[in-house]
Antibody
Framework: QVQLVQSGAEVKKPGASVKVSCKAS????????MHWVRQAPGQGLEWMGW????????NYAQKFQGRVTMTRDTSISTAYMELSRLRSDDTAVYYC???????????????WGQGTTVTVSS | EIVMTQSPATLSVSPGERATLSCRAS??????LAWYQQKPGQAPRLLIY???TRATGIPARFSGSGSGTEFTLTISSLQSEDFAVYYC???????????FGGGTKVEIK
């Protein structure tokens, strides 16, 4: 079945970096964008950006420009999100989610990973 | 940046009743709006895209309407499994910036 499986929980100190992985299965990895969305404790959803697994092209939310890097390894159908210079307010659950690879039409994020909890604490 | 505002923050509804959730955009997003449902401890689930098109497997009791700056998600007869938080998301500048609303929690009255 189609699924996205994310890496496990992380605890980091302020100023460090974290890299979260998202392994896709059950579909053609290069046929869908991969988005990253985060959710701070008790808060709403915040879109961080996407990567096109086919080309490697990325688009980041302005808020995260310069701190986030999204990459992929097509040989193992895995996407990565690395966030640097972590602060306490980066503590959140980070989700990956796919959407169909179309630059003109958007059909929503139809499959989500289970989420990865990242805790930033000294 | 387009700001999405959802109201009310919390909606108390009895099972079997209709629920009406609102989402307002700070500028027109045409019909470029999606809705998601999130239950505690779970990832969000896509309900609606294109303001009114149900995603695969979504029951007909969920319907979306609106265009421009005003949107509505209606749940015609609330089932126990529908008590959750609902988020709207605009994608008017796709494939560029996407933004979510702050969410509406639908709770049991």
């Amino acid at each position: 079945q189609v699924q996205l499986v994310q890496s496990g929980a992380e605890v980091k100190k302020p100023g460090a970096s974290v890299k979260v992985s998202c392994k896709a299965s059950g579909y053609t990895f290069t046929g869908y964008y991969m988005h990253w969305v985060r959710q701070a404790p008790g808060q709403g959803l915040e879109w961080m950006g996407w990567i096109n697994p086919n080309s490697g092209g990325t688009n980041y939310a302005q808020k995260f420009q310069g701190r986030v890097t999204m990459t992929r390894d097509t040989s193992i159908s895995t996407a990565y999100m690395e966030l640097s210079r972590l602060r306490s307010d980066d503590t959140a659950v980070y989700y990956c989610a796919r959407c169909m690879l179309s630059p003109f039409d958007y059909y929503g994020m139809d499959v989500w990973g289970q989420g990865t909890t990242v805790t930033v604490s000294s | 940046e387009i700001v999405m505002t959802q109201s009310p923050a919390t909606l108390s509804v009895s099972p079997g009743e209709r629920a009406t959730l609102s989402c307002r955009a700070s500028q027109s997003v045409s019909s470029n709006l999606a809705w998601y449902q999130q239950k505690p401890g779970q990832a969000p689930r896509l309900l609606i895209y294109g303001a009114s098109t149900r995603a695969t497997g979504i029951p007909a009791r969920f319907s979306g309407s609106g265009s421009g700056t005003e949107f509505t998600l209606t749940i015609s007869s609330l089932q126990s499994e529908d008590f959750a938080v609902y988020y709207c998301q605009q994608y008017n500048n796709w494939p560029r910036a996407l933004t979510f609303g702050g969410g509406t929690k639908v709770e049991i009255k």
